[in-house]
């Protein structure tokens, strides 16, 4: 079957880093998704991967390793306003996306 | 980037009445919009795909008869929750994928509609 894991819940403090851990289990892949959901508000999106490697966008970078099966979603320079949940999607063959659970993160002063 | 509005926000309707929801990609063509639903707590779960011009896909377990959805133009999708219950009552939410270069291309989301039947 296809699965998708990631970390329940994460705690950071203001101003730390956060990394973010994805591994995917799928039929085949047309890339990996990272979004960012606050509380009652629909996902925004975050990060694209393809390709292997680090992307960095900002505050936000993301990894992909395809051959292992892995993402991260490495945060910077945390901010309050980052406490939201954290959504790792994979599309599959067909072009549909499959959803992690989501990574509830914290953040504290 | 590229914007997808979706509306109503809040929509608060009798058990039995029928809602609508409209998605629409204001700044590009959208040949694929995805409907999702998700419950408090929850992730989101796809309900189906809608292709331009053709019938909805539905996910397993989703009753096509009571959410019709309808995606009659590039830009335009609509989902129709038909003679709604209080166990329909949740967010939902569309997305747009916008075609770049061959790629798989990005997902853009509407705001999403929360939906309360009483």
């Known amino acids: 079957g296809q699965n998708i894991d990631q970390p329940t819940e994460m705690t950071a403090t203001e101003g730390a880093i956060v990394q973010i851990n994805c591994t995917y289990q799928t039929s085949g892949f047309n890339g990996l998704f990272w979004y960012q959901q606050h509380a009652g508000e629909a996902p925004t999106f975050l990060s694209y991967n393809v390709l292997d490697g680090l992307e960095e966008k900002g505050r936000f970078s993301s990894f992909l390793s395809r051959s292992k099966g892995y993402s991260y979603l490495l945060l910077k320079e945390l901010q309050m306003k980052d406490s939201a949940s954290y959504l790792c999607?994979?599309?599959?063959?067909?072009?549909?996306?499959?959803w992690g659970a989501g990574t509830k993160l914290i953040i504290k002063p | 980037g590229a914007v997808v509005s979706q509306h109503p926000s809040w929509v608060i309707c009798k058990s039995g009445t029928s809602v609508k929801i409209e998605c629409r990609s204001l700044d590009f063509q959208a040949t694929t919009m995805f409907w999702y639903r998700q419950f408090p707590k929850q992730s989101l779960m796809l309900m189906a795909t809608s292709n331009e011009g053709s019938k909805a896909t539905y996910e397993q377990g989703v009753e096509k008869d009571k959410f019709l959805i309808n995606h009659a133009s590039l830009t335009l999708s609509t989902l129709t929750v038909t003679s709604a219950h209080p166990e329909d009552s949740s967010f939902y939410i569309c997305s747009a994928r916008r075609l770049a270069g061959g790629h798989t291309g990005e997902l853009f989301f509407g705001e999403g509609s929360r939906l309360t039947v009483l």
């Open positions: 999607a994979v599309m599959d063959s067909n072009y549909q996306l499959i």
